[in-house]
């Protein structure tokens, strides 16, 4: 594909809710993060995969948030049992890897959690 | 883990004015710097980037200056017109064992008047 591309674009759940977010990264890209980012603020880090390895998730807020890349292209953000303070933008951004590190990101997925 | 810090959060210019905006980060190990435009409900773009090994670099009407000693590093945009309103946000990334996580500072949402 010619970018990085998130689904649903915009999603609201009632709270109690579980949701799972998509991405597809740019083909052939082995690096994938998953960031949240607040209104007015900057992303934050939440996870990060090399291939279909989850090298990082310490940014991961608590254990209702899982992701999974399980044959190192698509990735899924779920998180069970929304709650309203998990209302944000979750952007995905994947880059080619090595010695490359430049970041290319997706449109994001606004979760609102009524 | 890195930390990242910007300022300024807002920054009004009249059009033609110069902007600058400045970031300090934690990691003296980090050595990758990318700056980031993200327009109103859009993905973060990147606009400009700077490694380590280099101390200034320019595209047209915008610069980046990495002082690695102090850690810290600026953007610079000249001549502003109303386009270049946006939030732009600056990163650091530590590459360590084919790993990295980029660290993002919390934005600086420009104005630039006509």
């Known amino acids: 594909g010619a970018g990085v591309s998130q689904s649903p674009r915009y999603k609201v759940a009632k709270r109690g809710q579980d949701v799972a977010l998509r991405c597809d990264p740019i083909s052939g890209h082995v690096s994938l993060f998953w960031y949240q980012q607040a209104l007015g603020q900057g992303p934050e880090f939440l996870t990060y995969f090399q291939n279909e390895a989850q090298l990082d998730k310490s940014g991961l807020p608590s254990d209702r948030f899982f992701a999974e890349r399980p044959e190192g292209s698509v990735s899924t953000l779920k998180i069970q049992r929304t709650q309203q303070e998990d209302s944000a933008v979750y952007l995905c951004a994947s880059s080619l890897g090595g010695a490359e590190k430049k970041l290319f990101f997706g449109s994001g997925t606004q979760l609102s959690v009524l | 883990g890195e930390n990242v810090e910007q300022h300024p959060s807002t920054l009004s210019v009249q059009e033609g004015d110069s902007a600058v905006i400045k970031c300090t980060y934690s990691?003296?190990?980090?050595?990758?710097f990318p700056w980031y435009k993200q327009e109103l409900g859009k993905r973060p773009q990147l606009i400009i980037d700077?490694?380590?090994?280099?101390g200034e670099k320019k595209d047209q009407r915008i610069a980046v200056t990495l002082n690695k000693t102090a850690k810290h590093f600026s953007l610079h945009i000249t001549e502003t017109q109303p386009e270049d309103s946006a939030v732009y946000f600056c990163a650091a990334i530590h590459a360590s064992g084919g790993s990295y996580i980029p660290t993002f500072g919390r934005g600086t949402s420009l104005i630039v008047h006509p």
């Open positions: 990691d003296s190990a980090s050595n990758y």
């Open positions: 700077i490694r380590s090994n280099v």
